[in-house]
């Protein structure tokens, strides 16, 4: 998700969780509390969703090296056996 939209959503979420806050107890530090609270929770978030793509991007990249040097072991294997047969 790229930052902008993020950042909008984070607006929305956080301005939603102020208002209903102050909507049902009428105390602007139970607003700032809640604020605080639910921007916090949704930076974790962002942040772990972070974490989780570049794990996912590492462990993606590295499946496709892992395959790379099998077929390069395939073919030299197979480049062996054509060597050792040619030469019967």
Not at 31 to 52: H, K, P, R
């Amino acid at each position: 998700m790229p930052f902008r939209i993020f950042f909008c959503l984070l607006l929305l979420i956080v301005g939603a969780s102020a208002l209903t806050s102050y909507f049902v107890s009428h105390s602007i530090r139970s607003v700032v509390v809640t604020t605080m609270g639910a921007w916090l929770l949704l930076q974790v978030a962002y942040f772990a969703s972070m974490l989780f793509l570049i794990w996912r991007s590492s462990r993606a990249q590295s499946g496709r090296q892992k395959a790379k040097r099998f077929d390069h072991c395939q073919e030299g294997r197979y480049q062996s056996q054509a060597y050792h047969e040619g030469n019967k």
